[in-house]
């Protein structure tokens, strides 16, 4: 595709709801990261993923967020049980190979509300 | 460990003028880059310059250049006959030269008065 992209753009859970979020990179980038931007603030790294292999889980904030890629392409990151805290916009980026310094193409993420 | 810090959340420039906006990091690393990104309502993060830390030359592109201050561990963008569209948040950047833990500051709002 052209960019990255990202879908829904606008996600309202009720307290306590698995969501599923979905992030299509663009073709042939190896690299794929997850941030999490609350409201006012810079985005914060969740996770990254070279191919279908997830390299780093570390910025993931609770066993209740699990993000995948099998087939190396689209991503998609779930939150079980959601909480008020969860709610934040979701970015999703790639890159060509990953490496550090690297340009990374975003997506217009997706605003999750949990009421 | 890597932090950004963006001490300005908001500025203003008049349409044509010149803004610098102020970016502090922390490293203990010697190799590392350094982003500005910037991010219109649509929310879409795009980069507008890239600064390796080994290079001691300031990057520039087009109407945007940086003022890369190694000692001092400064990164301000300067913008140049500034326009309606750079109004957006600017977010300082960083990663180190083997890891893919980009490190975003707090951000600043720019507006651009006509």
């Known amino acids: 595709g052209a960019g990255v992209s990202q879908s829904p753009r606008y996600k309202v859970a009720k307290r306590g709801q698995d969501v599923a979020l979905r992030c299509d990179p663009i073709s042939g980038h190896v690299s794929l990261f997850w941030y999490q931007q609350a409201l006012g603030q810079g985005p914060e790294f969740l996770t990254y993923f070279q191919n279908e292999a997830q390299l780093d889980k570390s910025g993931l904030p609770s066993d209740r967020f699990f993000a995948e890629r099998p087939e190396g392409s689209v991503s998609t990151l779930k939150i079980q049980r959601t909480q008020q805290e969860d709610s934040a916009v979701y970015l999703c980026?790639?890159?060509?190979?990953?490496?550090?310094?690297?340009?990374?193409?975003f997506g217009s993420g997706t605003q999750l509300s949990v009421l | 460990a890597q932090t950004v810090t963006q001490s300005q959340p908001e500025m203003s420039v008049q349409e044509a003028e010149t803004v610098t906006l102020s970016c502090t990091y922390d490293t203990s690393e010697s190799d590392y880059y350094l982003f500005w990104y910037k991010q219109p309502p649509s929310r879409q993060m795009i980069l507008v310059i890239r600064q390796e830390a080994y290079k001691q030359q300031n990057a520039t592109e087009n109407r945007f250049s940086v003022n890369f201050q190694k000692a001092a561990k400064s990164f301000s963008l300067k913008i140049s006959d500034s326009q309606l569209g750079d109004a957006a948040m600017y977010f300082c950047a960083s990663n180190l030269y083997n890891n893919n833990d980009m490190r975003f500051g707090a951000g600043t709002r720019l507006t651009v008065k006509p």
């Open positions: 980026a790639s890159s060509w190979a990953g490496v550090g310094g690297e340009k990374l193409f």
